[in-house]
C-alpha cells in the first residue's frame, strides 16, 4: 500500500512534560528514506464538541476567556474527556449539559476533529444535537462563559468572515449546516 511507504517509525522516546491535561514526548523516529529525526508529541485524552441547534434553527454558542491567546473567544460547547475510555457520546451530553444546561433528544455523530496533528494526538468528536431542553447551567468552579442563540447562517457568515476563529467551532458548525440544509432537499 502506498501509505506504508509515508509512515514514520518510533526508535525512542522520552518524557518531557506530565501536566493536568497535556503529556509532552520527545520521540526519536526513522523516516521513510531511513534518516532520523525529533518528534516533539503533545499527548491528549480526547475530547468532544457539539452543535446545538433549536427547533427555530438556531445554535447555541459560547463566549469564553481562553488564556493561551488573551481573548475572548466564540465557541461551541466542548469538552476534555474524562478519560480516555469515556463514552464520547456521554462526554457530549455531560458537557452540553454542563456549559449550558440544555439536553437533547437527538444526537448525530459528526466525525472526527485533529486541530493540530503535527504536534498533538487530540481527537475531537464532533455531535450535533436537536430536541433541545433548557435546564440550569451547571459550571465547573473554574469555568466561566456566556451562552448566546444565534441564527446558524449568522454563524457561518462569522466563521467565513473571520469573527469565528475556533477551528473545532468552524468545522462543526459547517458540517452541522450542511446536514441540516441537505435535509431540508429530502423528498
Given amino acids: 500500500m502506498e501509505e506504508?511507504?509515508?509512515?514514520?517509525?518510533?526508535?525512542a522516546t522520552e518524557d518531557i512534560f506530565d501536566g493536568v491535561i497535556l503529556h509532552v514526548m520527545r520521540d526519536q523516529v526513522?523516516?521513510?528514506?531511513?534518516h532520523t529525526s525529533v518528534r516533539e508529541v503533545i499527548r491528549h485524552v480526547g475530547a468532544v464538541c457539539v452543535v446545538p441547534v433549536t427547533e427555530d434553527g438556531k445554535i447555541v454558542l459560547e463566549?469564553?476567556?481562553r488564556y493561551p491567546i488573551d481573548r475572548v473567544i466564540t465557541e461551541i460547547p466542548a469538552g476534555k474527556l474524562d478519560s480516555s475510555t469515556e463514552d464520547r457520546l456521554e462526554a457530549a451530553?455531560?458537557?452540553?449539559?454542563e456549559e449550558t444546561g440544555i439536553t437533547a433528544d437527538r444526537w448525530t455523530d459528526m466525525g472526527l476533529y485533529y486541530g493540530a496533528p503535527a504536534y498533538s494526538d487530540e481527537k475531537i468528536t464532533m455531535y450535533l444535537a436537536e430536541g433541545l431542553h433548557m435546564g440550569r447551567q451547571q459550571l465547573d468552579e473554574d469555568e466561566f462563559l456566556n451562552v448566546?442563540?444565534?441564527?446558524i447562517e449568522s454563524a457561518v457568515e462569522e466563521?467565513?468572515?473571520g469573527r469565528i476563529t475556533d477551528g473545532k467551532t468552524q468545522a462543526a458548525v459547517l458540517?452541522?449546516?450542511l446536514i441540516l440544509k441537505n435535509r431540508k432537499q429530502e423528498p
Fill in 175 to 177: 458540517k452541522a449546516w
Fill in 159 to 161: 466563521i467565513l468572515s
Fill in 4 to 11: 506504508k511507504k509515508l509512515r514514520e517509525m518510533q526508535t
Fill in 30 to 34: 526513522r523516516l521513510p528514506n531511513g
Fill in 93 to 97: 451530553q455531560r458537557e452540553l449539559r
Fill in 63 to 65: 463566549r469564553q476567556y
Fill in 148 to 151: 448566546e442563540f444565534v441564527p
